[in-house]
């Protein structure tokens, strides 16, 4: 069933209406960098699901994506923990993030490392979840990715924000391309793509033409031959694991 705003913890609720946030000094800031309230949701509804055991986050900021991970683990109920990362908390939101899990009354699920994600997650329990929206640079996201898939148990699942992007593109179009992973339905709930253009739509019908040429895959760069649009994903999406990693060493599939 998809979740409601009532469903959500009450100051995420609040963070969502208003907009705005109390920084340190109890002075009011527009929210910032933080997942939407579709997305929230979306998120919400899919911890509510999975009812994982644990999960990771990395990138916290205020603290949105991380309300809404944490609001559904203690909707399941049971000792769920959720792990989470961000070097910056302090340099870039002076703890806002963390002073908001405590007001929600959710800090007993939480285990916050200032830290990066490498140093971390070796050391973390096998997971079923986590949410990456931190660097959002190709390199150092796929390298969050690798992290959590070694922690992430078969049938887990893995999301990403800012598809917009092209580095988050390309890290997702890697993932689909070369590992055992496919969209988790829930990622539609996240939001819809905005409809192509006359333009899009017409570039499309030319790369179709393009791909059906022989050879087309050593003449043409994997944007020209599956386009962006044919995912049908929004700003965020969730990958779900099928299998363990077992790939010949000699694999690559271009993405
Ligand atoms: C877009 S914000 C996350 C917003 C959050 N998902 C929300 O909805 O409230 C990105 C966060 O990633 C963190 N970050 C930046 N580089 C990082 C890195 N290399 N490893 C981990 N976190 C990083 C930043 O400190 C920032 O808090």
Redesign the pocket.
């Known amino acids: 069933m998809p979740a409601a705003l009532t469903d959500l913890p009450p100051l995420l609720r609040e963070l969502l209406d208003s907009g705005q946030f109390r920084d340190a000094s109890g002075a009011l800031q527009s929210i910032y960098?933080?997942?939407s309230t579709e997305e929230v949701l979306a998120l919400y509804g899919l911890v509510r699901q999975l009812r994982p055991r644990a999960t990771a986050e990395?990138?916290?900021?205020?603290?949105?994506?991380?309300l809404a991970i944490l609001g559904a683990l203690e909707a399941n109920g049971g000792d769920s923990r959720h792990y989470v990362?961000?070097?910056?908390?302090t340099t870039?939101?002076a703890g806002q993030?963390l002073a908001h899990v405590r007001r929600a009354g959710l800090d007993h699920r939480l285990q916050f490392f200032e830290k990066?994600?490498e140093e971390v997650f070796p050391t973390l329990p096998p997971l079923q979840f986590a949410?990456i929206?931190?660097?959002h640079l190709f390199d150092?996201t796929l390298l969050?990715f690798i992290l959590v898939d070694k922690r992430l148990e078969t049938g887990g699942v893995v999301g990403f924000?800012d598809l917009w992007m092209p580095s988050l593109k390309k890290v997702v179009r890697y993932i689909l391309a070369n590992r055992a992973y496919r969209i988790h339905p829930a990622s539609h709930a996240a939001g819809t793509p905005k409809a192509p253009s006359a333009y899009e739509r017409l570039a499309a019908s030319v790369k179709k033409i393009l791909a059906a040429l022989p050879h087309s895959n050593r003449l043409f760069a994997p944007e020209i031959l599956q386009p962006w649009p044919g995912f049908r994903l929004g700003n965020m999406v969730f990958l779900e694991k099928l299998a363990p990693d077992t790939r010949d060493w000699r694999h690559h599939v271009a993405f």
């Open positions: 960098a933080n997942i990395i990138g916290f900021a205020l603290g949105v994506s991380g990362c961000d070097p910056f908390q870039l939101v993030g990066f994600p949410f929206d931190a660097s150092l969050d924000h």
